[in-house]
């Protein structure tokens, strides 16, 4: 199956700082995404970016699926950015469409 | 209406119990799933309904049944787990099937 990579696994950021998380995954796929999972477990949608680039606030993410990566961007980190991202990743597989979701980052904001 | 709800939050079972967790959403998603994570990993598929109808089933044991009454709801009948299967469990629509969607709270499920 897809591999679907997340780098760093752990990150620690100074409130206000900027990041850049890497998604790799091993084949094409048709679509992928991004998510935010806070401490809780909740899963927040952040952005569906199959390629190119999206923003919302002070969040970003660039897809480049010729290269297969994808990159989220965030600035000015708040202390409830912190949690683990997840990309995800769609492509055909046994003639349904099958998401596979990344390792993750751990990304913890110190004020 | 944009959220997808599950119930019960939490939930503590024996090995011997039947209970069963609950999904519903009302956004006219047309696409359901059962996901099942593990403390520290990502969350791996389980169970994928389409039109109300089991379309994808990721080779989960018999001890986990889902069923998908209507379009807006969907629940997982849980018998005779082990102790392994203690995680959290989170429920997802979308509008066809294949977009990772919007993911509920999660319900999670420790086994005694």
């Known amino acids: 199956g897809i591999q679907v990579e997340q780098s760093p696994p752990d990150l620690i950021l100074q409130e206000g700082a900027n990041s850049t998380l890497r998604c790799n995954f091993s084949?094409?796929?048709?679509?992928l995404q991004w998510f935010h999972q806070n401490p809780w477990g909740q899963l927040i949608n952040l952005f569906y970016i199959p390629s190119g680039t999206k923003q919302n606030g002070r969040l970003s993410a660039t897809t480049v699926a010729t290269e297969r990566y994808s990159l989220l961007y965030i600035s000015s980190s708040q202390t409830t950015d912190s949690g683990v991202y997840f990309c995800?990743?769609?492509?055909?597989?046994?003639?349904?469409?099958?998401?596979?979701f990344g390792t993750g980052t751990k990304l913890q904001v110190i004020p | 209406d944009t959220e997808v709800t599950q119930t019960p939050k939490h939930l503590v079972m024996g090995m011997t119990n039947k209970k069963s967790l609950k999904c519903e959403q009302h956004m006219g998603h047309r696409a359901m799933y059962w996901y099942k994570q593990k403390a520290k990993k990502p969350p791996e598929l389980m169970f994928v309904y389409s039109y109300e109808k089991l379309s994808i089933n990721e080779s989960v044991p018999s001890r986990f049944s889902p069923e998908c009454p209507n379009s807006s709801l969907l629940n997982l009948h849980l018998h005779a787990l082990q102790p392994e299967d203690s995680a959290l469990y989170l429920c997802?629509?979308?509008?066809?099937?294949?977009?990772?969607?919007?993911f509920g709270p999660g319900t999670r499920l420790t086994v005694l």
């Open positions: 997802a629509s979308s509008q066809e099937m294949g977009a990772g969607g919007f």
């Open positions: 995800a990743v769609e492509r055909n597989s046994g003639g349904y469409q099958k998401v596979t």
């Open positions: 084949d094409s796929v048709n679509n």
